[in-house]
Nanobody, 123 residues
Framework: QVQLAESGGGLVQPGGSLRLSCAAS????????MGWFRQAPGKEREFVAA????????DYAASVKGRFAISRDNAKNTVYLQMNSLKPEDTAVYYC????????????????WGQGTQVTVSS
């Protein structure tokens, strides 16, 4: 099992940047695929980005590709989401999730979830 805790959310102006962190407790962090999802008010939770435990190119939702970057530090049991050029439509609660599998875009394939961190993009 793994427990996840997000941090780094907050209020930022359009065009600004934030870096979210997700710290994992438990064993074998390097063997987990790590994903980021978000849920805006009144909307369903959606995939944002993911990094497979096998390595390779991370995957991104089309709406964030080129602006967001996922990275992981297996020595620190932490995954990051660097968010640049933020837009008001990026406002949401951001969740990190962990899976032992390789299917990355569907939330029901992730058994472990953090509590979420609020990101608000507004002037």
């Amino acid at each position: 099992q793994v427990q996840l805790a997000e941090s780094g959310g907050g209020l930022v102006q359009p065009g600004g940047s934030l870096r979210l962190s997700c710290a994992a407790s438990g064993r074998a962090f390097s063997e987990y695929t790590m994903g980021w999802f978000r849920q805006a008010p009144g909307k369903e939770r959606e995939f944002v980005a993911a990094s497979r435990w096998t390595g390779g190119t991370p995957d991104y939702a089309a709406s964030v590709k080129g602006r967001f970057a996922i990275s992981r530090d297996n020595a620190k049991n932490t995954v990051y989401l660097q968010m640049n050029s933020l837009k008001p439509e990026d406002t949401a609660v951001y969740y990190c999730a962990a899976s032992r599998g390789l299917v990355i875009r569907f939330e029901n394939t992730y058994p472990y979830w953090g509590q979420g961190t609020q990101v608000t993009v507004s002037s």
